[in-house]
């Protein structure tokens, strides 16, 4: 069964910066977009950003547009986000996310494999 694992999150101050990463196990060949979703407490789960599987089309959510950036490796099988400037807006569980389909999309429900979430706290 597909499997994806995050890592990566912490605790930072605000202006820091945070690489959460996720590794994909073994059956996970077909999930050719790659995405990161968020969530804070009492809060929907939020778009983040995706990937597409050769890595030339990206999609940002507003609130992190400019300060966040996703990549992938598809021989580790990983995809990143790199986080810069973090605000304590941005304290979350953030989940990984893979589609079997290539063409990007904002919307949760058509993500097929989800990963367990890493949290990220952004306090002073």
């Known amino acids: 069964q597909a499997q994806l694992a995050e890592s990566g999150g912490g605790l930072v101050k605000p202006g820091d910066s945070l690489r959460p990463s996720c590794e994909a196990s073994a059956g996970t060949y077909d999930l050719y977009v790659l995405g990161w979703f968020r969530q804070a407490p009492g809060k929907e789960r939020e778009f983040v950003a995706a990937i597409s599987w050769g890595g030339g089309k990206k999609d940002y959510g507003e609130s992190v547009e400019g300060r966040f950036g996703i990549s992938r490796d598809n021989n580790k099988e990983a995809v990143y986000l790199d986080m810069i400037d973090l605000r304590p807006e941005d304290t979350a569980v953030y989940y990984c996310?893979?589609?079997?389909?290539?063409?990007?999309?904002?919307?949760?429900?058509?993500?097929?494999?989800w990963g367990q979430g890493t949290q990220v706290t952004v306090s002073s």
């Open positions: 996310a893979g589609r079997r389909t290539y063409s990007i999309s904002r919307a949760r429900q058509n993500y097929d494999v």
